[in-house]
Nanobody, 124 residues
Framework: QVQLVQSGGGLVQAGGSLRLSCTASGGIFSFYNMGWFRQAPGKEREFVAAVTWSADTSSYADSVKGRFTISRDDAKTMVHLQMNSLKPEDTAVYYC?????????????????WGQGTQVTVSS
């Protein structure tokens, strides 16, 4: 059983930056693909970014490409999401997730474990 604990997030003005972090425990971190999703009020949870277990492949939603960067630190069993040039439409609760699969998943159902969620609010 993998536990994911998130940190970071908060309130930032448009154009600003935030860094989200997620620390994993209870499993072999290097075996899991890691992803970030977000959910805005009244909307479905959507894919943001993911990185494979080997860190050789990452994937981003078109809406964040060029602004967000996902990275993992297997020694610290952490995954990060660096968010730059934030926009009001990035406002949502962000979730990290772990998937025990070979290929990158972009759907919530493809992930086995979830963090508790953290609020990101971008003011205009």
């Amino acid at each position: 059983q993998v536990q994911l604990v998130q940190s970071g997030g908060g309130l930032v003005q448009a154009g600003g930056s935030l860094r989200l972090s997620c620390t994993a425990s209870g499993g072999i971190f290097s075996f899991y693909n890691m992803g970030w999703f977000r959910q805005a009020p009244g909307k479905e949870r959507e894919f943001v970014a993911a990185v494979t277990w080997s860190a050789d492949t990452s994937s981003y939603a078109d809406s964040v490409k060029g602004r967000f960067t996902i990275s993992r630190d297997d020694a610290k069993t952490m995954v990060h999401l660096q968010m730059n040039s934030l926009k009001p439409e990035d406002t949502a609760v962000y979730y990290c997730a772990a998937a025990s699969r070979f290929n990158i998943g972009t759907k919530p159902a493809e992930y086995n474990y979830w963090g508790q969620g953290t609020q990101v609010t971008v003011s205009s």
